[in-house]
């Protein structure tokens, strides 16, 4: 398969292995029957997020229906909390990242309005839980009761209220004020004021810019000659200067290049080549790396990085 008006500076197409995307969705298929071994456990703590990067993985597969939707619906409603927020799991406390998982989730597979039966309040109560975590003073985001803040959770805050049509519940030119407060000299962002450089924030505070309809505010020149930068030698892109390249940085560096009009400025092709090396052509998943175990979180931001490429057979995905 090769790239479909796919970016790219290298003229030509480079040798590279097919998408294996039956073994991908087998793969995230099996996830869930894994409950005898230990790592299911260890990992209960990102199970919501996990239902959140497979599904996604399998829309842009062109698998949307390949989880059983009820239970999906069911798994989720039941990481609710009576304050409106969800937790990573039955049983665990609400937060930020795992409300923002559970509406991406219900909303992709038209089921937000299972939000509205019972006592569940409706999307309303979900949309106070988020806006009852900004910083009225600073613009900034709370993940939980407990006080840290991230820039994360300021574009999940607002991601999720899009989506659920909430935007009004918060202070948006507050939290668009708070992201430009963390931008660097170089152009790029950093997890809150005067934090360094990396790919991850950049994402989020560019994406939060986006959907608040602000993106003038970026230096796109300055900002897309630092996100071109982590490309190294082998296609991948890394996170920050000096760092080893890894299959998510495809996502979270390419979707911010996308959103400045600035993808172009990559070696799309490079790119490609090695995400793809990074799978797993006989049990599915992506890895960060060639020859690294494979995992859901890599497989959904590599298969999400392709997706950017326009590579053949897959999905076109938002970059907001």
Wanted: aromatic share 8%.
């Amino acid at each position: 398969m090769s790239l479909v008006s796919g970016p790219g500076r290298a003229g030509g197409s480079l040798s590279r292995p097919d998408l294996c995307t039956l073994k991908h969705v087998a793969y995230i298929q099996k996830l869930d029957t894994r409950k005898d071994e230990l790592e299911y456990w260890l990992t209960e703590h990102l199970r919501l997020n996990g239902v959140y990067w497979g599904l996604t993985a399998l829309h842009l597969l062109g698998h949307p229906d390949a989880l059983p939707r009820q239970e999906t619906i069911d798994f989720v409603l039941s990481c609710q909390h009576d304050n409106g927020g969800f937790g990573a799991a039955p049983g665990h406390d609400p937060h930020m990242l795992y409300t923002v998982s559970a509406v991406q989730v219900l909303v992709m597979i038209d089921a937000a309005h299972e939000l509205e039966k019972g006592s569940r309040g409706g999307k309303e109560k979900v949309g106070s839980f988020i806006a009852n975590l900004q910083d009225r003073e600073t613009g900034a985001f709370m993940g939980d009761e407990w006080g840290e803040t991230d820039t994360r959770f300021l574009y999940g805050a607002l991601n999720a209220l899009s989506l659920l049509g909430l935007l009004d519940l918060v202070d948006v030119p507050k939290a668009v004020a708070y992201v430009q407060s963390c931008e660097n000299l170089d152009g790029a962002y950093g997890v809150r004021p005067g934090a360094e450089s990396h790919s991850g924030q950049v994402f989020t505070c560019v994406a939060a810019l986006a959907i608040a309809g602000r993106l003038d505010l970026v230096n796109k020149d300055r900002l897309g000659a630092w996100l071109c930068e982590r490309q190294v030698d082998q296609g991948g892109l890394n996170g920050r200067p000096e760092k080893v390249e890894d299959a998510c940085y495809s996502w979270w560096v390419g979707s911010s290049l996308a959103m400045i009009d600035r993808l172009h400025w990559i070696d799309g092709n490079k790119l490609a080549a090695f995400i793809l090396k990074c799978q797993d052509p006989e049990a599915g998943g992506f890895a960060d790396r060639p020859g690294n175990m494979v995992d859901v979180y890599h497989t959904h931001f590599a298969i999400a990085g392709l997706s950017l490429l326009k590579y053949a057979g897959l999905q076109e995905v938002d970059p907001i």
